[in-house]
């Protein structure tokens, strides 16, 4: 059997600007993980060949793992199989089972990885849009608000006596009285009463010259 018959399975680990990394993947020990991967032997006793990748593409799903099949596995069909967001232990040692059983196009994907199984094409997921019906609501809510506001300021207003800003409201100057005007109210009612006074002295002269008629 050739060396290219009896190629054991691969590993292509991404370890670069986002994968193995603390900023991206907090709380994981980066380097035990590949290490731990670097020591994977396949059931004929091989040590599986690791190659580290500065980037594969998908960020948004690392760490990433690309599980190539052997030269049996090939053979049988099998092709390579990308794994999304391998950062724990039983992960890692899910892989290292299924490369001791044949790894891809021998041996089935393990029950654990199938969720983590991607693409090189693989799209991260767009967030979420708000619906029409939140965004109207939001819209409402806001709109409810400020009449709110503008009737408790409107009610203060009233209240208290305060403008639209609730500051108080200044209290309006008198008029000044124009010079003079005074005296000439004055002088207007002693006229009056002068005119009253001769109209009753004429009335009362007459009342007496008709009394002296009648006498005579």
Same mark, same amino acid.
């Given at each position: 059997?050739?060396?290219?018959?009896?190629?054991?399975?691969?590993?292509?680990? *991404?370890?670069?600007?986002?994968?193995?990394?603390?900023?991206?993947?907090?709380?994981?020990?980066?380097?035990?993980?590949?290490?731990?991967?670097?020591?994977?032997?396949?059931?004929?006793?091989?040590?599986?060949?690791?190659?580290?990748?500065? *980037?594969?593409?998908? *960020?948004?799903?690392?760490?990433?793992?690309?599980?190539?099949?052997?030269?049996?596995?090939?053979?049988?069909?099998?092709?390579?199989?990308?794994?999304?967001?391998?950062?724990?232990?039983?992960?890692?040692?899910?892989?290292?089972?299924?490369?001791?059983?044949?790894?891809?196009?021998?041996?089935?994907?393990?029950?654990?990885?199938?969720?983590?199984?991607?693409?090189?094409?693989?799209?991260?997921?767009?967030?979420?849009?708000?619906?029409?019906?939140?965004?109207?609501?939001?819209?409402?809510?806001?709109?409810?608000?400020?009449?709110?506001?503008?009737?408790?300021?409107?009610?203060?207003?009233?209240?208290?006596?305060?403008?639209?800003?609730?500051?108080?409201?200044?209290?309006?100057?008198?008029?000044?009285?124009?010079?003079?005007?005074?005296?000439?109210?004055?002088?207007?009612?002693?006229?009056?009463?002068?005119?009253?006074?001769?109209?009753?002295?004429?009335?009362?002269?007459?009342?007496?010259?008709?009394?002296?008629?009648?006498?005579?």
């Amino acid at each position: 059997m050739s060396a290219v018959e009896s190629a054991p399975c691969k590993l292509t680990v *991404c370890r670069g600007c986002c994968c193995g990394t603390k900023k991206k993947v907090p709380g994981v020990d980066h380097k035990a993980q590949l290490a731990r991967l670097s020591a994977i032997d396949d059931h004929a006793a091989r040590r599986v060949p690791v190659r580290t990748s500065k *980037c594969l593409g998908i *960020c948004f799903q690392a760490n990433v793992v690309v599980v190539q099949p052997s030269a049996e596995g090939r053979a049988a069909g099998g092709r390579p199989v990308w794994l999304g967001a391998i950062t724990e232990d039983k992960l890692l040692d899910a892989v290292d089972d299924w490369i001791f059983e044949g790894g891809p196009g021998v041996a089935p994907l393990p029950a654990v990885l199938e969720e983590h199984v991607t693409s090189k094409d693989a799209k991260k997921p767009k967030k979420r849009k708000k619906s029409e019906r939140s965004k109207a609501a939001k819209k409402e809510r806001k709109k409810a608000g400020k009449k709110a506001k503008k009737a408790e300021k409107k009610a203060e207003k009233k209240a208290g006596g305060a403008d639209a800003d609730g500051r108080p409201e200044k209290p309006k100057p008198a008029k000044p009285e124009k010079a003079g005007t005074s005296e000439k109210t004055k002088k207007a009612e002693k006229a009056k009463k002068g005119k009253k006074s001769k109209k009753d002295e004429k009335s009362k002269k007459g009342k007496k010259s008709e009394r002296r008629g009648e006498e005579n």
